[in-house]
């Protein structure tokens, strides 16, 4: 089989979407005010994706949503609880199971012990796997079909956002970006060019905890010879983002990923204009998702991943692009 057409039956589909960071106010504009920010209409190309998932001619398994899925000015308007609500009703017509991601703007809205008992912890399911020790990492694995495995990571795991100041992941992080960045302002990138960009505050990294996990439940995937897709809303591979977009200790993450012969696809959003890389030294695919907040009214960004013994084939809709991800 080569290319993307002529392909026999999948052995199953999903669907996926990141950045929704709807709120019920004007468009605006990101960070840098240099690019154009849709809140209202993210709520329609949601309805979008949805309502292609539920016509397509093979229903997909589950939906991954990559984080971000409601933005942070709802908290500035007491509308956090609102907003969820209105996004999580279009959820309600979804044909399939949904993954949630937790991601900056989600902190921006709730506590994390809030999250833990919100419609967003997806943890809940009976086919979740082991968990890591401590209760409060969002993060867990599932299996939709044998030989196929999905890992969802908690890239806020140590953050200033979502841990209270007391907390020792709180004052890893406080202690890690006063070592990068000498702005007052932490969302405010350092001044020096290159990875040390991503040091601020709206980025997070992986415990020591949470990357023992990871290890283990990659051992066990190997062990089995799966293919395993990881997850997280922070990309950690440099050539598949912006470096202002990278998890604080990526090459951490980047050095197990990369010991594991299960390992073939790692997805992530944050990054609004999206990229692509594979790894030269793995095969890995380091896949980050377009963002539907800044894709125009009249365009979308969404896609369907067709899953295949030996690769996987990406149908993208709008921004997002189609690729064939063959397996290392």
Known sequence: MSGMEGCSQPLFTFGVIADIQYADIDDGFNFKRTRKRYYKSSLRLLRNALESWESAPVKPTFILQLGDIIDGFNKK??????????????????????????????FYNFSRESLLHSTLNSTT???????????????????????????????YDV???G????????????????EHNSNEDL?????SYGLVQRFVKFNGGFSKEQLDWLERVLMQADEAHERVTVLSHLPVHPDSTDPICLAWNYDQLL?????????????????HEGGYHRDSQS??????????IETPPDRNAFGTVSVYPDRMILKGCGRISDRELLFP
């Open 163 to 178: 841990r209270e100041e007391s907390s020792e992941q709180y004052q890893q992080a406080m202690t890690l970006l006063k």
């Open 159 to 161: 953050s200033l956002l």
């Open 77 to 106: 308007y007491d509308a956090s609880h609102r907003a969820l609500e209105t996004v999580m009703k279009e959820f309600d017509s979804c044909p399939a199971s949904v993954h949630h991601v937790w991601g900056n703007h989600e």
């Open 283 to 292: 095969g890995v695919h380091y896949l980050t998702l377009e963002g539907v």
């Open 255 to 271: 050095s197990i990923l990369r010991s594991h012969s299960s390992v073939v696809c790692f997805m992530a959003g944050h990054d």
């Open 187 to 191: 969302n405010q990138p350092p001044a």
């Open 125 to 155: 399911s009976s086919d979740r796997g082991e968990r890591p020790p401590t209760g409060d990492i969002y993060a867990y694995h599932f299996c939709p079909v044998p030989g196929f495995r999905f890992v969802l990571l908690d890239a």
